[in-house]
């Protein structure tokens, strides 16, 4: 799975990136999970479902403060 990008991350209501966040926080369990079992394959997906997580909660932060 690529890294989201910004254009769709935007176009998401606040349900959807709450939503969003929350599959990718159970993702990044189940990885770290994998990692200690040595079963991890592709061991970037770690590290961009962490950055996924940082860029929705930064524009979902800045839609908010748009939004005052």
Same mark, same amino acid.
């Given at each position: ?5 910004v254009?769709?991350i ?5 349900? !959807? ?9 159970k993702? $990044?369990?189940?990885?770290?999970? !994998?990692?200690?079992?040595? !079963?991890?394959?592709?061991?970037? $997906?770690? $590290? ?11 524009i ?9």
């Open positions: 799975m690529a890294p989201m990008k254009e769709d935007r176009a998401m209501s606040d349900d !959807q990136r709450e939503d969003a966040v929350l599959n990718l926080k993702e $990044r369990f189940n990885l770290r999970f !994998q990692r200690a079992t040595g !079963q991890l394959e592709n061991t970037s $997906r770690l $590290r961009e479902a962490r950055r996924d997580i940082a860029r929705i909660k930064t979902a932060a800045q839609a908010r403060a748009k939004k005052k």
